[in-house]
């Protein structure tokens, strides 16, 4: 057990439809980060936040958006879900938000899109 | 931008035979490496990193990787396999510039281990 959390464990939703997934970070972590994990495109970073602000972006869709709140838990927001949208999404945490720090993962929220 | 190269998509192979998973590396920068573990239904799991100092890194069940600069490697051994280190195995680097932190992974490399 890593200490990151995230609900659900499966969503099951249609095409154009919008989820939000949770996660939330170990005691005392300050960086959450979101990665996407898929058949076709494997382990692919999409976004970093530190201490509430956005630190790192990578290959997230406009359709998609995060945040991270006062509590330091974060929520990754998904809309006019497509088919490609099918996936496992994990959230980490780190101490600091540096690259040196590592990264504990959650178990993850399979998101299937019908 | 970095790119990460797992040349082996599976490796099979005996308990208690030894194992290499293979990792090539691309950057235009120093990075930082690592080799995360993902048992079936889990998330990653760090096995090991390389930050700088010893070539020679040490990590969790065993494992170890060696970082060869100028070969651009970072392949990850044991000398005897279990059947529980059966799992997808990914090499990830992350460039040491500015404060941000971004694993690059590789596509994986699923060790079956079997009797």
């Known amino acids: 057990d890593s200490g990151v959390t995230q609900t659900p464990k499966h969503l099951i939703t249609a095409t154009g439809q919008r989820v939000t997934l949770r996660c939330s970070p170990r005691?005392?972590?300050?960086?959450v980060y979101w990665y996407q994990q898929s058949l076709d495109q494997g382990l692919q970073f999409l976004i970093q936040?530190?201490?509430?602000?956005?630190?790192a972006k990578g290959n997230i869709l406009e359709r998609f958006s995060a945040q991270q709140f006062p509590d330091l838990h974060s929520e990754l927001n998904l809309s006019s879900l497509e088919l490609g949208d099918s996936a496992l999404y994990f959230c980490?945490?780190?101490?600091?938000?540096?690259?040196?720090?590592?990264?504990?993962f959650g178990p993850g929220t399979r998101l299937t899109v019908l | 931008a970095q790119s990460v190269t797992q040349l082996d998509s599976q490796v099979p192979v005996f308990e208690e035979a030894p194992v290499e998973l293979r990792c090539n590396y691309s950057?235009?920068?120093?990075?930082?490496l690592f080799w995360y573990v993902q048992y079936p239904n889990q998330g990653l799991q760090l096995l090991l990193k390389?930050?700088?100092?010893?070539?020679l890194v040490k990590g969790i069940n065993g494992f170890e990787a060696e970082f060869n600069k100028s070969q651009t490697s970072f392949h990850l051994r044991k000398p005897s396999v279990h059947i529980s280190d059966t799992a997808e195995y990914f090499c990830?680097?992350?460039?040491?510039?500015?404060?941000?932190?971004?694993?690059?992974f590789g596509t994986g490399t699923r060790l079956q281990v079997t009797l």
């Open positions: 390389y930050l700088s100092g010893s070539t």
């Open positions: 980490a945490s780190s101490v600091g938000g540096q690259a040196a720090n590592e990264q504990f």
């Open positions: 936040y530190y201490n509430g602000e956005e630190r």
């Open positions: 005691s005392g972590d300050l960086s």
């Open positions: 990830a680097v992350s460039d040491l510039a500015g404060t941000a932190s971004k694993l690059t």
């Open positions: 950057s235009s920068v120093s990075v930082y």
